[in-house]
Nanobody, 121 residues
Framework: QVQLVESGGGLVQAGGSLSLSCAASGRILSINAMSWYRQAPGKQRELVAS???????NYADSVKGRFTISRDSAKNTGYLKMNSLKSEDTAVYYC???????????????WGQGTQVTVSS
């Protein structure tokens, strides 16, 4: 079993910054990739950013240059630093991790329950 817990969401004014964290725990052998998704009311969930075990990153065009994804492998924790926030960034942000689990050595995707980010204009 693997659990992901997001934290750091809240209310921020446009132009401000927030940092989200995603802490993974459980039967983790390794985390091969971590991603952040978001879902606004009435919209489909979309990929915001991702990072592989090698450090390769990818960003949605809408956040490129404003958001930074990172991870601390020793802590099994991922981060999303969000700068220059806009009202359009308001959404529930979800962490996803591709995890190789202990014993079975199987690889699965796990999701956190999400954290609300609200940007006021």
């Amino acid at each position: 079993q693997v659990q992901l817990v997001e934290s750091g969401g809240g209310l921020v004014q446009a132009g401000g910054s927030l940092s989200l964290s995603c802490a993974a725990s459980g039967r983790i052998l390794s985390i091969n990739a971590m991603s952040w998704y978001r879902q606004a009311p009435g919209k489909q969930r979309e990929l915001v950013a991702s990072i592989t075990s090698s450090g390769s990153t990818n960003y949605a065009d809408s956040v490129k240059g404003r958001f930074t994804i990172s991870r601390d492998s020793a802590k099994n924790t991922g981060y999303l630093k969000m700068n220059s926030l806009k009202s359009e960034d308001t959404a529930v942000y979800y962490c996803n991790a591709r995890v190789r689990v202990r014993i079975t050595l199987a690889e699965h995707d796990y999701w956190g329950q999400g954290t609300q980010v609200t940007v006021s204009s």
